[in-house]
């Protein structure tokens, strides 16, 4: 069974980067000639609905949401089996449940998921 578990700061304050990290157990990160996985961080907002940040895909191509294309990066390491993201000059407004996610390819629906990590920015 794959399991994915988000760890990082539950505070950053604000103009830092809010740096996260997905470990994926059960399951390899590595691609493989039998899996084209497809590795997603999507946030909720308190009391909204979700919101795609980007992809990293298996072959390491990384695809983001315009609106934050330009504070987000997401990357892997394949021998920790993690992927990682990074935005940078949050604000309040980044508050929100990170989630890091599984989708068997690009474009298909995420069936596996964390539980979610609460980010609050503040000072």
């Known amino acids: 069974q794959v399991q994915l578990q988000e760890s990082g700061p539950g505070l950053v304050k604000p103009s830092q980067t809010l740096s996260l990290t997905c470990t994926v157990s059960?399951?390899?990160?590595?691609?493989?000639?039998?899996?084209?996985?497809?590795w997603s961080w999507i946030r909720q907002f308190p009391g909204k609905g979700l919101e795609w940040m980007g992809v990293?895909?298996?072959?390491?191509?990384?695809y983001y949401s315009p609106s934050l294309k330009s504070r987000t990066s997401i990357s892997k390491d394949t021998s920790k089996n993690q992927f990682s993201l990074q935005l940078t000059s949050v604000t309040p407004e980044d508050t929100a449940v990170y989630y890091c996610?599984?989708?068997?390819?690009?474009?298909?629906?995420?069936?596996?998921w964390g539980q979610g990590t609460q980010v609050t920015v503040s000072s």
């Open positions: 996610t599984r989708a068997p390819r690009l474009g298909a629906s995420h069936n596996y």
């Open positions: 059960g399951g390899s990160i590595t691609t493989s000639n039998y899996n084209r996985y497809a």
């Open positions: 990293i895909d298996y072959d390491g191509n990384t």
